[in-house]
């Protein structure tokens, strides 16, 4: 059974950095299209980093390029999400899931970005 538990988020004034964590179980994330998600309140969930599987390639959503990198430690069966230069326009719930997929969503984390 495919789980995900994410954390690491929490309070940052704005330019601040937060990294995440996605402890998978149930997949080995190295064999699989990985991705970070967010959903602010009263907005629909949108993506915010893919990575493909075996870390080849990366991309992101326009409004955090330059700012967010995604990566996995397939030894701890993890992905990352190192976020700088946040903004309050950041604040949301972060979630990730294998790429593409609709379910085992995890409870995600919140992050809030704030002076």
């Known amino acids: 059974q495919v789980h995900f538990v994410e954390s690491g988020g929490g309070l940052v004034q704005p330019g601040g950095s937060l990294r995440l964590s996605c402890a998978a179980s149930g997949l080995a994330v190295r064999s699989y299209n990985m991705a970070w998600y967010r959903q602010a309140p009263g907005n629909q969930r949108e993506l915010v980093a893919a990575i493909t599987s075996g870390g080849v390639s990366t991309n992101y959503a326009n409004s955090v390029k330059g700012r967010f990198t995604i990566s996995t430690d397939n030894a701890k069966n993890t992905v990352y999400l190192q976020m700088n230069s946040l903004k309050p326009e950041d604040t949301a719930a972060y979630y990730c899931?294998?790429?593409?997929?609709?379910?085992?969503w995890g409870q995600g984390t919140l992050v809030t970005v704030s002076s």
């Open positions: 899931n294998i790429r593409w997929s609709n379910s085992n």
